[in-house]
């Protein structure tokens, strides 16, 4: 039906190539391209063996434009799958306006140079993208990506006004190192060192990283400490759904890392800001990343679940409501789908989702800019139940949080 081309040969892209190459009726040419070709050659033989489905390989340089105009117009695809880092956001974009064709992407742009990241840059797309009759559809991963799905179909079945949302993120899982991120190193430190934020009667309030924290229980595994954290999404959630007077992201950690974490931070590990080093420049993050293990090396043996859902309170027909919805994942079933660990599975899976949406359905394919809450929820929570990661639901019942 459609060439689809992946930028990205990490834990993500990897399970984004798997799960196009396993909906075969849909995308009927792949290509996977990083900076890395001997990545991609080796996700591509993976595939093969496990699927029966060849994909081609290019190798690509993300932060160049013309790199990947070239790319694009020698494979010609209809969609791309942008699961590169979030620096390289906007060269993608700008590539796929210079060749017609349409972008998705799971988290949005954040210069190399700032920890800071926030969808302005790519909102300012928006005339562009509807003028050149294009579709970009950002942050279409699990969170960023179903959570705002779980919450625009909440929106849409079960509150006349929504009032508060609390996202909640566990990862139970253990992969058995000392210390390791479950997706890019660079990027996951430089998230949940900078400040925490949520959004409360209209503004944001700012407090110190993991200052505000407290047990919630997940389903099937138990009371975890839960940390407030900004996250992306609550910015474009809070602009599309006005009456949520309090927004807020948590997100679980154990011990043993932030303890790390504590001890990287304290002896300057975890600055992006450049020092010499026997005459050489060089990031202590992107050292520290070189030096930890890489999140697609930690499928094998990972065990335990992840659990990733929305907790929403608000008013249906005059009365008070509360709707809990979410996901169990588990790592062992992921490694065994896909050969990948549930965190990069829980990304890739809705990646692949979105771009098959832009491909199949009517309804969602509009030139412009959109977030995926702003888009009609219930193909993408079919398609959720179809590929992998199935929803559940409780509506009435007591939620851990003060209202």
């Known amino acids: 039906m459609s060439k689809v081309l992946i930028i990205g040969a990490g834990g993500v892209g990897s399970v984004v190539a798997h799960k196009c190459a396993l909906n075969s009726q849909v995308f009927t040419e792949i290509m996977l391209a990083s900076r890395t070709k001997a990545k991609c050659d080796k996700i591509a033989a993976e595939i093969l063996e496990m699927h029966g489905v060849s994909i081609e390989t290019a190798q690509v340089d993300a932060d160049i434009v013309s790199e990947t105009v070239l790319l694009i117009k020698r494979f010609q695809p209809k969609v ?8 390289q ?24 140079d700032v920890a800071k990241f926030e969808y302005s840059w790519q909102w300012a797309y928006q ?3 509807r003028e050149a009759g294009l579709m970009a559809v950002l942050g279409c991963g699990f969170d960023p990506g179903v959570t705002q799905v779980y919450t ?12 508060y949302l609390d996202i909640i993120d566990c990862n139970a899982g253990d992969h058995g190192k000392a210390f390791a991120t479950n997706f890019n190193p660079e990027i996951n430190i430089r998230e949940i060192t900078q400040p925490g934020r949520y959004w409360e009667n209209g503004e944001w309030v700012e407090i110190p990283a993991m200052s505000i924290h407290k047990p919630i229980d997940y389903p099937g595994i138990g009371p975890k400490e839960s940390y407030v954290l900004y996250h992306e999404e609550l910015e474009s959630l809070v602009k599309n759904f006005p009456t949520l007077k309090r927004a807020r992201f948590w997100m679980t950690f154990g011990q043993a890392y932030i303890t790390h974490l504590n ?42 679940q992840t659990s990733i859902g929305c907790q929403i309170k608000g008013i249906q027909n ?30 890739g899976v809705p990646a692949m989702i979105g771009a098959m949406l832009m491909l199949t359905n009517e309804e969602w394919m509009k030139p412009g800019v959109y977030n995926v809450e702003e888009l009609n929820p219930d193909p993408f929570m079919d398609l959720l139940n179809q590929h992998g990661l199935p929803w559940n639901e409780l509506i009435n019942v007591a939620l851990p949080h003060e209202y």
Request: with cysteine; proline share 5%.
């Open 80 to 87: 791309l799958i942008n699961v590169a880092l979030p620096y």
């Open 89 to 112: 956001d906007l060269t993608i974009m700008e590539a796929c306006l210079a060749t017609g064709v349409h972008y998705l992407d799971t988290a949005n742009y954040e210069p190399k």
């Open 127 to 129: 005339e562009r993208f």
């Open 318 to 347: 005059g009365e008070e409501k509360t709707y809990y919805v979410w996901n169990n994942c588990d790592h062992a079933k992921c490694y065994e789908e896909v050969r990948a660990q549930a965190v990069s599975y829980t990304t």
């Open 152 to 163: 625009a179909y909440a929106n849409k079945h079960h509150f006349d006004e929504m009032h």
């Open 263 to 304: 001890v990287l931070e304290n002896v300057g590990m975890t600055s992006i800001h450049p020092i010499k080093f026997k005459g050489i420049d060089i990031v202590p993050l992107e050292f520290l990343k070189a030096v930890l293990p890489a999140p697609d090396s930690l499928g094998e043996n990972y065990s335990g």
